[in-house]
């Protein structure tokens, strides 16, 4: 029995054609599985269509997702920093022009609050990491 085992790409494009002899749809069930890897596999007998398989996703370590999770909260912290600069720039702008200082002062506030959040987050997650590694 002619049989051909077709890798795919993601678009279903034939990236590559195999063509087996085998005894029975069973053999190139077999054999088509085996091939999957990293792109899907399509196992065909004759004209008719047998199966597709698609590749497993990757399992993802707890650990490197506590590693990009500790990422964002040291981007979020540097963008904080930045946040807090420039709004005490303003402040000192509007200092210069004599301009009610109120609201300026409240949303600094409100940054350095939310700054603090992040540092306690960021530790959080130091303290989960160094308890994972070991």
């Given at each position: 029995m002619r049989?051909?085992?077709?890798?795919l790409d993601d678009c279903g494009r034939t990236?590559?054609?195999q063509e087996i002899d085998c005894n029975s749809a069973e053999e190139a069930l077999q054999l088509g599985s085996a091939a999957v890897a990293t792109d899907p596999i399509e196992v065909w007998c004759g004209p008719r269509r047998l199966a597709r398989f698609e590749p497993e996703p990757p399992q993802e370590r707890p650990l490197s997702r506590l590693h990009k999770r500790l990422v964002v909260a040291e981007r979020r912290l540097r963008e904080g920093d930045e946040h807090i600069s420039h709004?005490?720039?303003?402040?000192a702008q509007l200092k210069r022009e004599g301009r009610d200082l109120a609201l300026a002062f409240s949303i600094l506030d409100t940054l350095?609050?939310?700054?603090?959040a992040q540092w306690q987050e960021r530790d959080l997650l130091i303290a989960e990491v160094a308890k994972r590694s070991g």
């Open positions: 049989c051909y085992i077709f890798t990236l590559e054609a709004q005490e720039r303003v402040i350095i609050e939310t700054q603090k």
